[in-house]
Nanobody
Framework: QVQLVESGGDLVQAGGSLELSCVAS????????MAWYRQAPGNHREVVAS???????HYDDSVKGRFTISRDNAKNTINLQMNSLKPEDTAVYYC???????????????????WGQGTQVTVSS
C-alpha cells in the first residue's frame, strides 16, 4: 500500500506565502501523476495543480502566476509554493497520486488513486 502525508498548512495573512509538501511512502516503483487539490467548506474538491512523471504541469486558472508545483521523482515528493495568497485560497489542501506502481515481495501492483489526509490553509484578510 501507498500512503501520502502532507505538511505545511498554516494561517497566513493575505499577500503572504506558504509552501506545502507531500511525500508518498511505500515500496513505490513509479507514480504517473501527482497533484494538489483543495476543498473549501461547502465546495467540491478541485484540482489546484498537477505534474506528471515526465514533468508536464497544469495549473488551475485561479492560481496561475501565484502557485508553483514541483516534483522530485526520486524522493516521491511534490511541493506547492503558494505566493500572493488570497482569502479565497482558504481550504483544506490534499495531495493526490494517480497510477502508483508498487511492489509487495515479487509482485507488482497499481494503485489507481491515493489521497493524503489534508492540511489546512487559512488566509486572513
Amino acid at each position: 500500500q501507498v500512503q501520502l502525508v502532507e505538511s505545511g498548512g498554516d494561517l497566513v495573512q493575505a499577500g503572504g506565502s506558504l509552501e506545502l509538501s507531500c511525500v508518498a511512502s511505500g515500496s513505490i516503483l513509479s507514480i504517473n501523476t501527482m497533484a494538489w487539490y483543495r476543498q473549501a467548506p461547502g465546495n467540491h474538491r478541485e484540482v489546484v495543480a498537477s505534474v506528471t512523471e515526465h514533468g508536464f504541469i497544469h495549473y488551475d486558472d485561479s492560481v496561475k502566476g501565484r502557485f508553483t508545483i514541483s516534483r522530485d521523482n526520486a524522493k516521491n515528493t511534490i511541493n506547492l509554493q503558494m505566493n500572493s495568497l488570497k482569502p479565497e485560497d482558504t481550504a483544506v489542501y490534499y495531495c493526490n497520486a494517480e497510477g502508483v506502481r508498487y511492489y509487495v515481495g515479487a509482485y507488482q501492483y497499481t494503485q489507481t488513486s491515493s489521497w493524503g489526509q489534508g492540511t489546512q490553509v487559512t488566509v486572513s484578510s
